[in-house]
């Protein structure tokens, strides 16, 4: 399979945030979902969009919107993830404050979309799955468009577990 | 310069209904000085390492002589939470909260080497704009302030200025506690963001040769958690 069986379109990411009444997005930006970010980023989305001068920043101001009663999503890549492990573990392993991550696998070689991201010769794509693992935070994989109904059950699980949920994207999303 | 009992007393004093974001060294001291109607009640805010021992003092003597008081008021007041133990996480903890609450007021009580810890929050907060957040640092130049006093990494970061230039509506530096109580209301009042840094003297340290450390209590570790679910609630029955 190529790479356009393994890329999410934006239209149908945009449709899943809209179906689970995202109502801000708080990243910094990543280049995996750039096409969903152009889409987002537009006056019509209904989504307002905070960037962060980082990802423990994003977390936090995520954080602040769910208390105040938000629904907010989290962008990033995963170096991003890894950057803001400490505040992620304050406010979602320790604090139980729910929220949802959308981490493009940046750097991901094409050659090995549709194989195990664990067989990647780059350790930021390789590591992301042991290290969610090891820090026992749910997560899935966004692989087709088909999987972006595990938006709507990061959300339940979020709320019902009071943690963080990453999904984990997997190619470069479609621009469509 | 203030003490801590002043810069923490005066906000404990005149919040009212805003949200109160605080870090570790602030959240020791209101946890001492808020008794149990959040609003530091009787606690006097003196200069100087006197009024320091005499607010703490009397705080004190409140818990010894109404225990009912001090057992209400065990934990945060309402509208409060901590960003602990998460160094660097309560300007823009805050700031979601402004975002998402913007009919209320939203007053974070940051330190100082907490924000050198991500600075750059500067310019994310000044990017949003929020009119209803007033961002309070306490300068005092130490980490682990009354125990060890460990040096923060520069000795005169202008924090306001670079407030300023990061884009907040207003930012000033304030030394003197009498003036900190005259401007916080009109601070509170402005269009933010509004940054203000407060010269405070640090606590007296308690090491020395000797010196044994203490475990820290165990809702330290837990209390986020249990204030972000208390905010929660509250903010819902204030909705409702």
């Known amino acids: 399979m190529g790479l356009s069986e393994h890329s999410i379109s934006a239209s149908t990411a945009f449709a899943a945030l809209r179906r689970n009444q995202v109502d801000h997005v708080v990243t910094v930006p990543d280049w995996v979902q750039l096409s969903l970010h152009e889409r987002i980023n537009r006056a019509d989305s209904g989504i307002k969009v905070i960037n962060t001068a980082n990802e423990n920043q994003a977390v936090t101001v995520a954080a602040g919107l769910t208390i105040g009663g938000k629904r907010p999503l989290l962008m990033m890549q995963n170096q991003g993830l890894y950057n803001c492990f400490n505040t992620l573990r304050a406010v979602c392993l320790d604090a139980h404050i729910p929220m949802v991550f959308m981490v493009g696998q940046f750097g991901r070689e094409f050659s090995n979309i549709g194989h195990p991201m664990s067989e990647s010769k780059r350790s930021m794509v390789r590591i992301a799955e042991p290290f969610l693992k090891a820090i026992d935070l749910p997560f899935h994989i966004l692989d087709s468009d088909a999987d972006m109904s595990r938006l709507d059950q990061a959300y339940e699980d979020a709320e019902r577990l009071r943690t963080g949920v990453v999904l984990l994207v997997g190619a470069p999303m479609a621009w469509r | ?240």
């Open chain 2, 1 to 240: 310069m203030m003490n801590l009992v002043q810069a923490c007393g005066v906000v404990a004093k005149g919040r009212g209904e805003a949200i109160l974001v605080a870090t570790m060294a602030s959240m020791f001291i209101l946890d001492r000085i808020e008794g149990a109607d959040g609003g530091a009640t009787g606690v006097p805010l003196v200069s100087g390492k006197a009024g320091l021992v005499l607010g703490l003092g009397v705080a004190k003597l409140k818990t010894v002589l109404k225990p009912a008081h001090a057992q209400a008021a065990k934990g945060s007041a309402a509208g409060r939470i901590n960003s602990v133990p998460l160094m660097g996480g309560a300007a823009c903890l805050a700031l979601g909260l402004a975002l998402a609450q913007p009919q209320k007021k939203v007053i974070v009580l940051d330190g100082d080497a907490s924000l050198l810890l991500e600075l750059g929050g500067l310019a994310t907060v000044a990017a949003q704009r929020p009119p209803n957040l007033l961002h309070c640092v306490v300068h005092n130049g130490t980490q682990f302030t009354g125990l060890d006093n460990m040096h923060i990494p520069t000795d005169d970061f202008q924090f306001a200025e670079v407030a300023r230039k990061a884009g907040y509506a207003h930012a000033e530096r304030i030394q003197d506690g009498a003036k900190w109580a005259e401007r916080f209301p009109q601070l509170l009042a402005m269009q933010g963001p509004v940054f203000v840094e407060l010269m405070v003297e640090p606590v007296p340290k308690q090491t020395k040769d000797g010196f044994e450390q203490a475990e820290l209590p165990e809702n330290q570790y837990t209390r986020m958690g249990d204030e972000a679910l208390a905010l929660q609630n509250w903010l819902a029955q204030e909705a409702a």
